[in-house]
C-alpha cells in the first residue's frame, strides 16, 4: 500500500493493511517530511542500510529501507541494519521534534530541554540507539528524517 507522498520518493508499507502501529507512525512521518520537505528525500537516499524502529511499550519493531526511488517499511527485522532505535511511542514522536541542521549533522534540537530529556534516557538505557557510536552519522541523518522541525 503506497501513501500519497510525492510522486518522485513514495513511502511503502510491504505489509499493506497489515503493517504494525510503529510501521503506520513512521511512515506518516515520512510521508509528512517529503511533502514538506523535499530536501529530505536526498537524505533518505544517502541511508543505504535498513534502520530498526522498535517501540518498547508496544512490542511493536519496522525496517524503514531507503532506496534510490522510494522507501519501504517492513513489519519486523528485514535485513542488517546499521541503526536501532528502541523507545516508546512517546520518545520516538520527542525524536520527532528535535531540530536538526545541516542533513542532520548539526543536532541543534539536543540543546533543548526535550533534547536533554532525550539524552538523559539515552544516557539511562530507557532510549537505545544501537549503532550510535558506530554509525553517528547514520543515527543523525535518521533522525533528520523524522524530524517534523526544519
Known amino acids: 500500500m503506497s501513501h500519497p507522498a510525492t510522486r518522485d520518493y513514495p513511502v ?3 505489509d499493506g493493511p497489515d503493517a504494525n502501529g510503529i510501521a503506520g507512525v513512521i511512515a506518516t512521518l515520512l510521508t509528512q517530511n517529503f511533502e514538506t520537505f523535499p530536501t529530505r528525500i536526498d537524505l533518505a537516499r544517502k541511508l543505504t542500510r535498513p534502520t530498526i524502529i522498535s517501540g518498547s511499550d508496544i512490542d511493536s519493531t519496522c525496517t524503514i529501507n ?6 519501504t517499511i517492513f513489519n519486523d527485522v528485514v535485513g542488517k541494519p546499521a541503526v536501532t532505535v528502541t523507545a516508546t511511542v512517546e520518545q520516538i514522536l520527542d525524536l520527532s521534534q528535535l531540530k536538526m541542521k545541516a542533513s ?3 543536532p541543534v ?7 536533554l530529556r532525550i539524552l538523559a534516557a539515552i544516557a539511562t538505557g530507557n532510549l537505545r540507539v544501537r549503532g550510535l557510536i558506530t554509525h553517528p ?4 541523518r535518521v533522525i533528520a528524517l523524522l ?3 526544519s
Open 104 to 106: 542532520g549533522l548539526l
Open 137 to 140: 552519522i547514520t543515527a543523525l
Open 12 to 14: 511503502t508499507l510491504n
Open 147 to 149: 524530524s517534523v522541525e
Open 66 to 71: 531507503c532506496g534510490s526511488r522510494a522507501v
Open 109 to 115: 534540537g539536543f540543546f533543548t530541554k526535550r533534547g
